[in-house]
Every structure is written in structure tokens, then in C-alpha cells.
């Protein structure tokens, strides 16, 4: 290898090197401590009750401002809802949209599982919708 091939491959090193120091540390909790309800008190198809009363869990939490963070959890979730401009009961800020959505799905253990673990989703809260 020549020196100027030498020199090209360590610029490409530094360069994906500058990439990773600048993204965000990835967070490092489990995803099943994000989730502030028990999804275990659901049945199958993601209800919980009496059995004469049966009803979806609804459930919230914020994202940042962006179309690239309402389209992945709108392909993680087809039930969620952004609600921009409304802090919820969990207290979105004025630059963090408001997601709702709700347990009554195929694969809602699995849904919350993913979106519990974006990082920039910090917490996943139960909606009561007041």
C-alpha cells in the first residue's frame, strides 16, 4: 500500500471516528424500566378489566420535535396519535410532541418493548384521558 492509500484509508477511519463522538450515548436502562405499568395485567388482545368491562390501556409520552421521530413510531405503532403543542398527564415540553396509543393490537407487548427502547423516548406512561 502506498502512502497516499495509507493516508486516504486513516482519513475514512477519523472520519466514521467524528461521526460516533457526536452521536448520542445510547441509553444504557432496559426498556421494561421505561414503561410505567405493568403490560403483564393485559390478556392477549392487549385488554384489561372485569370481564363484562374489557378495555384497551391507553398510554403516552413525548418525542422531539421532528418528522423523522413522528414517522418512526408511527411505523413502530399504527395506533399512535401526535398531539403537538399538548404536555399530556407525563408533561411534554413546548419542543416535545405528545404520542398516545393504545394496547388493543396484534404484538402491543413487542410495540411497547420497541418504542420503550428509542432513546430518545423517556418514559411511556398510562393515559386516563381526563
Do not use: K
Not at 6 to 28: E, F, N
Not at 69 to 78: K, L, Q
Not at 102 to 119: C, V
Amino acid at each position: 500500500m502506498n502512502i497516499r492509500a495509507t493516508w486516504a484509508m486513516l482519513g475514512v477511519v477519523v472520519s466514521i471516528c467524528s461521526a460516533c463522538a457526536d452521536s448520542p450515548p445510547a441509553d444504557r436502562s432496559p426498556p421494561a424500566d421505561r414503561i410505567g405499568f405493568d403490560p403483564s395485567t393485559l390478556n392477549e388482545q392487549g385488554l384489561y378489566g372485569p370481564a363484562d368491562g374489557l378495555r384497551a390501556l391507553s398510554y403516552e409520552y413525548c418525542i422531539p420535535e421532528g418528522r423523522a421521530y413522528a414517522d418512526e413510531v408511527a411505523t413502530i405503532d399504527p395506533t399512535a396519535e401526535i398531539h403537538p403543542g399538548s404536555p399530556g398527564r407525563i408533561g411534554c415540553s413546548d419542543d416535545e410532541p405528545l404520542v398516545t396509543g393504545n394496547t388493543h393490537q396484534p404484538n402491543f407487548r413487542d410495540i411497547l418493548s420497541r418504542l420503550a427502547g428509542r432513546p430518545y423516548v423517556g418514559r411511556i406512561e398510562q393515559s386516563f384521558f381526563e
